[in-house]
């Protein structure tokens, strides 16, 4: 139960890493605001679900990272349950199709940065803010080997680098609040995002890091819990691998 208590907001809830962290914080106890882009009956039940089996509040909001307007009004939803945030995963991304930098449209590589890196920083000044009212709480984005090795398609390699960047800024400026900042950066994970991939690239991955293997949703939201947690309270600005052993 190390999150016991915490109320933590986690985006991109409804799949993948996400969905996966949210479990597990409900499992160890953490009351959640689950973002998610889009409504759906089956993430509703979920939601309901968790909470149930696990004792806690697990409140379901929509917004779309791009939509600034959208993003302040969901904020201010979660706000208006009166409980103090503890915990922010920055988790919702997107990658698009595997193609080379030359291919690819400027309008779908300012879609990418839209999600990835603006409308997350968006909601981590928002969430920051309220967050500050205690003088205390966590922040972990989940970034990728990609924006640390380049190994993917360009406007995702460089999303996440901008985004493993401000990391480190946030957390020379959000200490004096109290506010941790961390970053994971998860290697081959087995998503519905890297699903898209060629069979080459899966390979190629799986050959690249000492296991051999995809990562699974769990095994990285096992590393963000730690993160978000007072066990990790003397880590601040760190940018974690979790990647099988890519060296």
């Given at each position: 139960m ?8 986690i ?16 499992q ?27 004792g ?5 909001i929509?917004a779309d ?6 993003v302040?009004?969901?904020v ?6 009166k ?7 920055n ?5 698009g199709?595997?193609?080379?930098f030359?291919m ?6 300012q ?12 909601l981590?000044?928002i969430?920051?803010r309220?967050m ?5 709480g966590?922040?972990?984005n ?6 640390l ?15 493993i960047?401000?990391?480190k800024k ?8 109290g ?21 080459k690239v899966v390979?190629?991955?799986m050959?690249n890091?000492l296991?051999?293997r ?20 003397f880590?601040t ?11």
């Amino acid at each position: 139960m190390r999150l016991n208590g915490k109320n933590a907001l986690i985006t991109g809830a409804s799949r993948g890493i996400g969905k996966a962290t949210a479990e597990l914080f409900a499992q160890q106890g953490a009351n959640i605001w689950a973002f998610a882009n889009r409504k759906s009956d089956a993430f509703e039940a979920w939601c309901a679900n968790t909470a149930a089996q696990y004792g806690v509040f697990v409140k379901p909001i929509y917004a779309d990272l791009t939509d600034a307007d959208a993003v302040k009004a969901a904020v201010k939803q979660a706000m208006a349950d009166k409980l103090p945030l503890d915990i922010l995963v920055n988790n919702a991304g997107v990658m698009g199709e595997d193609k080379m930098f030359q291919m690819t449209r400027p309008e779908e590589m300012q879609r990418t940065f839209a999600v990835n890196f603006f409308g997350t920083m968006a909601l981590t000044q928002i969430a920051t803010r309220w967050m500050a009212r205690k003088q205390r709480g966590a922040v972990v984005n989940v970034a990728s080997v990609a924006g640390l090795d380049g190994d993917s398609r360009l406007d995702y390699s460089a999303s996440k680098a901008a985004l493993i960047a401000a990391t480190k800024k946030m957390a020379r400026e959000l200490i004096a609040s109290g506010i941790r900042v961390n970053a994971v950066a998860p290697g081959f994970t087995d998503t519905e995002m890297t699903s898209c991939l060629s069979d080459k690239v899966v390979a190629d991955a799986m050959a690249n890091n000492l296991m051999h293997r995809k990562g699974t949703p769990r095994e990285i939201a096992a590393v963000i819990a730690f993160l978000a947690s007072d066990d990790a309270s003397f880590v601040t600005a760190q940018i974690w691998r979790a990647d099988g052993g890519i060296i």
